[in-house]
């Protein structure tokens, strides 16, 4: 179980992102959470960066691309190729689904609904097997 990890999730809401910076301080989770609000400032971070995040959170639904794009882009990118990766979206439709899964996503998931379902994702997060 590794609590030190580094999560990086891109989503354009403002308000979601605070919503789960404030669950990730509630639940007193230790690994780094890095946020994005669009796939300019995501894409710049890994080209510059020598320590890549252990998994890539990406919201579906984004202005000025969509969340699979970003996914492939990663995929292609020499190194961010063995990045785990989560999709989600508030609606999260068949064909999303199933090009998704056609990307071998790691995880695709609707978004939590009450603060409580954020604290409880931010929790599995940084808990669960993503890090294996």
């Given at each position: 179980m590794q609590r030190n990890?580094?999560?990086w999730l891109i989503?354009?809401?403002?308000?979601?992102?605070?919503?789960?910076?404030r669950a990730f301080r509630l639940?007193?989770?230790?690994?780094q959470l890095v946020s994005f609000t669009n796939d300019a400032d995501l894409r710049a971070a890994i080209d510059q960066s020598d320590l890549l995040p252990n998994l890539v959170v990406v919201d579906y639904y984004l202005p000025d691309t969509?969340?699979?794009?970003?996914?492939?882009?990663?995929?292609k990118?020499?190194?961010a190729q063995a990045l785990k990766m989560i999709l989600f979206s508030q609606?999260?439709?068949?064909d999303i689904v199933a090009k998704a899964q056609e990307?071998?996503?790691?995880?695709v998931t609707t978004?939590?609904?009450s603060f409580q379902d954020w604290r409880n994702f931010a929790d599995e997060l940084c808990l669960a097997g993503y890090f294996s």
């Open positions: 990890a580094s999560i989503d354009d809401d403002t308000q979601l992102i605070e919503i789960i910076t639940e007193r989770l230790t690994c969509d969340g699979l794009q970003i996914i492939q882009w990663l995929q990118h020499p190194s609606d999260l439709r068949a990307l071998n996503v790691y995880q978004k939590p609904k």
